[in-house]
Nanobody, 125 residues
Framework: QVQLVESGGGLVQAGGSLKLSCTAS????????MGWFRQAPGKEREFLVA????????FPSDSVKDRFTISRDNDKDTIYFQINSLKPEDTAVYYC??????????????????WGQGTQVTVSS
């Protein structure tokens, strides 16, 4: 079973930036696509972005592209997610996810998805 290890969470002031990383324990078809979700207290899990080894990227909407940047190091099977201009409403637990396709990861519910343990991001005003 592939494992995903996230890092980079913490406490950040509003207006700042934060870069999260997620590394897969090994390279398999299950890590072809990797992405990020978040879940704030009392809210449903929200898909943020995903990227595959071929460079394909998917966002939930165009509006988030202004603040979100995703990159991937295929040699390390690591995905990086930077959030700029952080707002208090960005406070949430951020989860890395991996799957065989972008659509699988984006769905958020497929049994093929591998999840990381989550990392807390807190944005202070």
């Amino acid at each position: 079973q592939v494992q995903l290890v996230e890092s980079g969470g913490g406490l950040v002031q509003a207006g700042g930036s934060l870069k999260l990383s997620c590394t897969a324990s090994r390279r398999t078809s299950s890590t072809y696509a990797m992405g990020w979700f978040r879940q704030a207290p009392g809210k449903e899990r929200e898909f943020l972005v995903a990227k595959n080894r071929s460079g394909g990227t998917t966002f939930p909407s165009d509006s988030v592209k202004d603040r979100f940047t995703i990159s991937r190091d295929n040699d390390k099977d690591t995905i990086y997610f930077q959030i700029n201009s952080l707002k208090p409403e960005d406070t949430a637990v951020y989860y890395c996810a991996a799957g065989p396709t972008l659509g699988t990861v984006k769905s958020g519910w497929s049994h093929e998805i591998v999840w990381g343990q989550g990392t807390q991001v807190t944005v202070s005003s």
